[in-house]
């Protein structure tokens, strides 16, 4: 079984400052992944990033970074020069293989987070 | 590229009702997934669909079925609707044919509104 826990229910950051939402996980298996989803108002979910547990290095893609802390089971999200446009309920989640080739997400209860202008 | 589509955006019924959902994946993929996501909570895992068998199912009674067409959409169908029920239900598709197996692309979302 796996449970995620996001402890922020709502974060705010200045309009092009840094912020990081943050994200604890327990499973007991091995080959297990992490996202973290971004759902604005308009309701879809939408990717933001994925890390593959097995690699040690943290994934980028562009203004969004891991702190992927595996001992730890920490995943937290860092948001740099924050845009408008990020304000939404951020969702972390993890995946893992569940047999017949199957993976499942289970997610936290989000963070909602607000972008002061 | 078309991505993972949802049809109707909205619906209201009343209890003991049926209803069905519907869910084309992103093109290239073949597994679907579906989520309840309740008011102020995170999405939780219904069931899983591939090859138009359901392969994984989490913790939702059997009013909860679902089922997937040779071309890889699918339906959820809830019987006697509770209003409990009454959620965001998301579709999610991925493939198991690509590295990423495990990563999952949502569509927007069907809202139900019980009463």
């Known amino acids: 079984a796996q449970t995620v826990t996001q402890s922020q229910p709502e974060m705010s950051v200045q309009e092009a400052e840094t912020v990081t939402l943050s994200c604890t996980y327990d499973?007991?298996?091995?080959?297990?992944?992490l996202f973290w989803y971004k759902q604005p108002p308009s309701r879809q979910m939408i990717l933001v990033i994925r890390q593959e547990a097995y690699k040690q290095q943290n994934a980028t893609e562009n203004r969004f970074s891991v702190n992927f802390q595996k001992a730890a089971k920490s995943f937290s999200l860092k948001i740099s020069d924050s845009q408008l446009g990020d304000a939404a309920m951020y969702f972390c989640?993890?995946?893992?293989?569940?047999?017949?080739?199957?993976?499942?997400?289970?997610f936290g209860k989000g963070t909602k987070l607000s972008v002061i202008p | 590229d078309a991505g993972v589509t949802q049809s109707p955006t909205h619906l209201i019924k009343t209890r003991g009702q049926q209803v069905t959902l519907r869910c084309s994946p992103k093109?290239?993929?073949?597994?679907v997934s579906w989520y309840q996501q309740a008011l102020g909570q995170g999405p939780q895992f219904i069931f899983q669909y591939y090859e138009e068998e359901e392969r994984q199912r989490g913790n939702f009674p059997d009013r909860f079925s679902g089922h997937q067409f040779p071309n890889y959409s699918s339906e959820l169908n809830v019987n006697a609707l509770l209003l409990g029920d009454s959620a965001l239900y998301l579709c999610a598709s991925s493939s198991h044919m690509r590295l990423d197996q495990e990563t999952q692309y949502f569509g927007p979302g069907t809202r139900l509104l019980v009463l």
């Open positions: 093109s290239g993929h073949d597994t």
């Open positions: 499973t007991s298996e091995s080959d297990y992944y």
């Open positions: 989640a993890s995946s893992a293989y569940s047999g017949a080739g199957s993976y499942q997400l289970t």
